[in-house]
């Protein structure tokens, strides 16, 4: 039962107790005989009430439901996309530490695939924050990332193609943590466990953390060194000896 149709019993239990009053008050009606009317009427609203509590009850184990599957279907979605970026993350262009037989450096990591929207999912069982970061936030993050190594590749040169490589490398170890980070958000509003912690040997999260520190300290040092073209007024003064 709707929650409209508890309200309207409601209302009709009310009109009917205030008539049954009216007529007892008028004489028209002995007070035993108002008590049936009355127990019967509110017969009908508690089972209204238990009724609409039972499908309550009901939408919300359903939701949960739907609510875990979904969390479990984005995480191991999460996980894969994860898992891609270490690799692009490792990827120094060399096969087997080597260029290919022109000496050029090529791609050996696929970029990863993130297409959430594509999952049977009932999405509006899902926070609509967390909703977003899913289906807006890091898909955009995503697009940003590649806009980001698309203009790199423009100043890039082979053989090496070094700035492309580095900057392929330090996106996708930004956006690989970022995908950890939304897995463990999705695991916690969903009840689910969590990941048990990596192999000591083995943590690509910190893989990705490691590698995104290096790029930042490098280029924090690149932009720290003079530049040939950097002149002073003093260089450009005659000398008088």
């Known amino acids: 039962m709707s929650l409209a149709s508890m309200v309207l019993a409601v209302v009709g239990l009310v009109c009917l107790i205030v008539t049954a009053v009216v007529n007892f008050v008028a004489g028209g009606m002995p007070y035993a005989s108002l008590l049936p009317a009355v127990f019967g009427i509110f017969g009908v609203v508690v089972g209204a009430a238990m009724t609409f509590a039972r499908d309550l009850w009901f939408k919300s184990k359903q939701d949960t439901k739907e609510?875990?599957?979904?969390?479990?279907?984005?995480?191991?979605?999460?996980?894969?996309?994860?898992?891609?970026?270490?690799?692009v993350v490792m990827d120094d262009g060399l096969h087997r530490g080597e260029p290919d037989e022109d000496g050029v450096y090529q791609a050996q990591a696929e970029e990863p695939k993130f297409e959430p929207e594509s999952l049977p999912v009932e999405w509006k069982s899902l926070d609509p924050g967390l909703m977003y970061e899913v289906l807006v936030d890091f898909p955009s993050r995503i697009e940003h990332a590649k806009a980001c190594i698309d203009n790199e590749g423009e100043h890039s040169?082979?053989?090496?193609?070094?700035?492309?490589?580095?900057?392929?490398?330090?996106?996708?170890?930004?956006?690989?943590?970022?995908?950890?980070?939304?897995?463990?958000?999705?695991?916690?509003?969903?009840?689910?466990?969590?990941?048990?912690?990596?192999?000591?040997?083995?943590?690509?999260?910190q893989v990705m953390a490691n590698r995104r520190d290096e790029i930042d300290a490098l280029r924090a040092k690149r932009a720290a060194m003079p530049s040939p073209f950097d002149v002073t007024p003093v260089d450009l003064a005659p000398r008088t000896d």
């Open 67 to 87: 609510r875990e599957y979904l969390a479990v279907r984005v995480t191991s979605l999460l996980e894969r996309y994860v898992a891609g970026c270490v690799e």
């Open 157 to 205: 040169f082979p053989p090496e193609y070094e700035e492309w490589f580095e900057e392929r490398q330090y996106q996708y170890a930004d956006l690989g943590r970022r995908a950890v980070a939304l897995s463990v958000k999705l695991r916690t509003q969903a009840g689910l466990p969590q990941r048990p912690a990596p192999a000591a040997d083995w943590n690509p999260h």
